[in-house]
């Protein structure tokens, strides 16, 4: 494929890249060099390992509370306490997720089993409100925010992968409340002091959980997220313009 033939590549469902990182990111550069790359390089760099949440939690975000464990650590023993959630940093669609109820033996296990694939290991509590209120994403297309969607809880329930690539889920559409809105408006203004060219983004999709507190950030999807534009009639033309307009 020559991509220098492009004014610009957007991505979209590139799903598998998790499981071929080296590859994706060297695909990435090869781009970038020829023409215009959206969401940016370095950004797509950023997001691709979970560990961007430490980077948002030191900014001010409120993120669920994430311990990291690299090959040839140990899980400290309290953030295995309870329910929690264990997952590779470098994922997607659930893949490698596992949720463990009053289990460390088996969250340790797992830790271990993502060591042994290579992995950087991701401890997060479980927050029980997810099972009934869901998780809501919020979508900005060119900066503006666009939809929201309201996903079902996974991990507390069997999970089923009829496509192969991410757990089968359950969205429709939802208003965002007020807070949801501040906080993932919060969110685009502080990134690019993260990530300076987070200044000039394609699309977003900011993954909120409700606490007690309000709501908290799962993940921020700056790579390759569904935008679930069918949940909107107006959203697939959102889009088309907002893309029509980086080639301005």
């Known amino acids: 494929m020559d991509w220098g033939g492009y004014a610009a590549v957007i991505l979209r469902s590139t799903w598998n890249y998790t499981e071929h990182l080296d590859d994706f990111l060297a695909w990435l550069e090869r781009v970038d060099a ?14 691709t390992d979970k560990r ?53 033996a088996g969250a340790t296990e797992h830790v271990a089993a993502l060591h042994a694939m290579g992995k950087v290991a991701m401890i997060q509590p479980y927050l029980d409100q997810v099972d009934d209120q869901g998780e809501t994403a919020l979508v900005y297309i060119g900066g503006e925010f666009s939809h929201a969607a309201r996903k079902a809880a996974i991990l507390s329930r069997d ?4 496509t192969g690539i991410y757990a089968d889920e359950k ?20 990134l690019p002091g993260i990530v300076p060219e987070a200044a000039d983004l394609a699309y977003a999709r900011i993954d909120l959980l409700p606490t007690a507190d309000g709501p908290v950030v799962l993940e921020l999807e700056l790579t390759e997220p569904s935008l ?10 959102r889009a088309a313009a907002a893309f029509a307009r980086l080639l301005a």
């Open 34 to 47: 020829v023409t215009r790359l959206w969401n940016p390089l370095p950004v797509l760099r950023w997001n």
């Open 52 to 104: 961007y949440l430490a980077d948002a939690a030191a900014a001010g975000i409120p993120t669920v509370p994430t311990v990291f464990v690299e090959p040839g650590e140990q899980a400290p023993a309290d953030a295995l306490a309870g329910r929690v959630v264990v997952k590779p940093t470098v994922g997607a669609g659930s893949k490698g997720a596992k949720l463990f109820h009053d289990d460390p």
């Open 159 to 162: 999970m089923s992968w009829s």
């Open 171 to 190: 969205v429709v559409a939802a208003q965002a409340t007020p807070a949801e809105r501040e906080l993932a408006d919060r969110i685009l203004t502080t």
């Open 228 to 237: 679930f534009l069918g949940l909107d009639p107006e959203a697939p033309g």
